[in-house]
């Protein structure tokens, strides 16, 4: 039986699934089901982090952050892949559920890369290599595609969870040229395009230099 609307909420979400050529049903438990995933995924970080804190005296995550992607984002990836404007296809992509982690040292990039894979109810499905092999324009950054298992009521459904991991060096660098070039229509000329590559060149030095420091003061 419908539900029947009351708030702003149930007004965003019916609008949301109308885009999306879904149910407001279906919309909410696709909600429902990401968010869950996002929730074991920073629940199994915070984990790791604290535990980490315990033996080492230190939080590897500097912090992490969480989205959700909007139906806007969606329906314009999906036309990109030339995919159909639905639910269906929209759980097709891997980055509907999106967690940055934060961390401090390169180290920690890839430490928390392997305790989060290790875990034996987390599948990869894709890893790409941001720092081992950056790209074109100099970004940085460790791609997990995952999937997590989310255990509902009557049932378990696998729920792909994008995680990108990087230092706090290439997350500055990220962001700002996410601002500047990744979303943006405009043209930019190359001279800029040379002067940001020369920046994420530099900064990927400072982030060698900053972790061959702290090994050395951790020997002292
Ligand atoms: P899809 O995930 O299917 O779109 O393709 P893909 O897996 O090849 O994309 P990828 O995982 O490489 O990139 C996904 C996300 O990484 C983007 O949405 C951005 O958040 C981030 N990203 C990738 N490349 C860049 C970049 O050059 N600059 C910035 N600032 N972010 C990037
Ligand atoms: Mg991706």
Known sequence: MDKLLVDEKDITLLKESEMLH?????MVEMRLLYNAAIKQIS????ILNEEF??????????HVEARLKSPQSIIKKLNLKSMDISITSAKQLND????????GYLDDVYNIAEMLLMQTDIKLVKYQDYIKQPNFNGY????LDIEVPVFLSDHIE?????????TVAQDFWASLEHDIRYKSDKYIPQDICDDMLQSAN????????????????QNI
């Not at 509907?96 to 961390?103: D, E, L, P, Q, Y």
């Open 202 to 217: 530099e900064i990927a030095e400072i982030d060698l230099k900053m972790q061959e420091t702290f090994k050395k003061i």
């Open 140 to 143: 940085r950054s460790l791609h």
């Open 96 to 103: 509907i559920a999106g967690i940055r982690v934060v961390c």
């Open 53 to 62: 804190n315990v033996k080492n005296a230190r939080n590897p995550i500097h």
């Open 43 to 46: 629940t199994k970080l915070e």
């Open 158 to 166: 696998n729920v792909i969870v994008e995680v990108q991991i990087r």
């Open 22 to 26: 879904g149910s407001y049903q279906e």
